[in-house]
């Protein structure tokens, strides 16, 4: 079975502009979690999606925004970038997204923000 | 106090050596327990799962798990230049995971 896959790998954008980062789950997985990784706050969820309804957000401003499609690919969007932006961005799948379902990670998208 | 917390390390074992991370957790009603090595520059990846009591074993891997203690622990056994990594423990109360800041494990040759 295929992982999860994320595009694009690496990103670099300036301050103001936006970004919109991809992640398709592994076969079968419904559910997927976005997680913000960074030196100084390790990692962090962003919010959870399961059958494209968000079920569950993290503590992080309104710039950061996601969507799920019927085919269970997921994408996230951050407005108006901020230099403590730059971040690993993870997407993570899981069968159902219950608490005992492990979740399994993709490779991120390394985000630098000028 | 952080939700999760492991020791900071950096922890390092010589080869063939037990390696032994630990990990405490302040809600009591997590009842999912992960541990992910993440290598640098790579994205984590899950290598063992608990959710009761006890020792789970996996190869050279044991999890233990105390929620009375609110304590997950992984063991590594016979260890290896290439278990050198961080090591992450996660927790599970409300479909989203909540990670420690890792332990650095440096297996030295």
């Given at each position: 079975?295929?992982?999860?896959?994320?595009?694009?790998r690496?990103?670099?954008?300036?301050?103001?502009?936006?970004?919109?980062?991809?992640?398709s789950?592994?076969?079968?997985?419904?559910?997927?979690?976005?997680?913000?990784?960074?030196p100084?706050?390790?990692?962090?969820?962003?919010?959870?999606?399961?059958?494209?309804?968000?079920?569950?957000?993290?503590?992080?401003?309104?710039?950061?925004?996601g969507?799920?499609?019927?085919n269970?690919?997921?994408?996230?969007?951050?407005?108006?970038?901020?230099?403590?932006?730059?971040?690993?961005?993870?997407?993570?799948?899981s069968?159902?997204?219950?608490?005992?379902?492990?979740?399994?990670?993709?490779?991120?998208?390394r985000?630098?923000?000028? | 106090?952080?939700?999760?917390?492991?020791?900071?390390?950096?922890?390092?074992?010589?080869?063939?050596?037990i390696?032994?991370?630990?990990c405490?957790?302040?809600?009591?009603?997590?009842?999912?327990f992960?541990?992910?090595?993440?290598?640098?520059?790579?994205?984590?990846?899950?290598?063992?799962?608990?959710?009761?009591n006890?020792?789970?074993?996996?190869?050279?891997?044991?999890?233990?798990?105390?929620?009375?203690?609110?304590?997950?622990?992984?063991?590594?056994?016979?260890?290896?230049?290439?278990?050198?990594?961080?090591?992450?423990?996660?927790?599970?109360?409300?479909?989203?995971?909540?990670?420690?800041?890792?332990?650095?494990?440096t297996?030295?040759?």
């Open positions: 079975k295929a992982g999860v896959t994320q595009t694009p690496y990103l670099i954008k300036t301050r103001g502009q936006q970004v919109t980062l991809s992640c789950p592994i076969s079968g997985h419904r559910s997927v979690s976005w997680y913000q990784q960074t100084g706050q390790g990692l962090q969820f962003l919010f959870e999606y399961f059958s494209e309804t968000q079920r569950n957000k993290g503590n992080f401003p309104g710039r950061f925004s969507r799920q499609f019927s269970s690919r997921s994408e996230m969007n951050v407005s108006t970038l901020e230099l403590g932006d730059s971040a690993l961005y993870l997407c993570a799948s069968f159902l997204g219950t608490e005992n379902n492990e979740q399994f990670f993709g490779p991120g998208t985000l630098t923000v000028l | 106090q952080k939700e999760v917390e492991q020791n900071s390390g950096p922890l390092s074992v010589p080869e063939g050596a390696a032994s991370l630990n405490t957790y302040s809600d009591r009603v997590s009842q999912s992960f541990w992910y090595r993440q290598y640098s520059g790579k994205s984590p990846e899950l290598i063992m799962s608990i959710y009761s006890g020792d789970k074993e996996d190869g050279r891997f044991t999890a233990q798990l105390n929620k009375a203690s609110q304590y997950v622990s992984l063991l590594i056994r016979d260890s290896q230049p290439s278990d050198s990594a961080t090591y992450l423990c996660a927790v599970n109360p409300s479909r989203q995971l909540t990670f420690g800041s890792g332990t650095q494990l297996v030295l040759p």
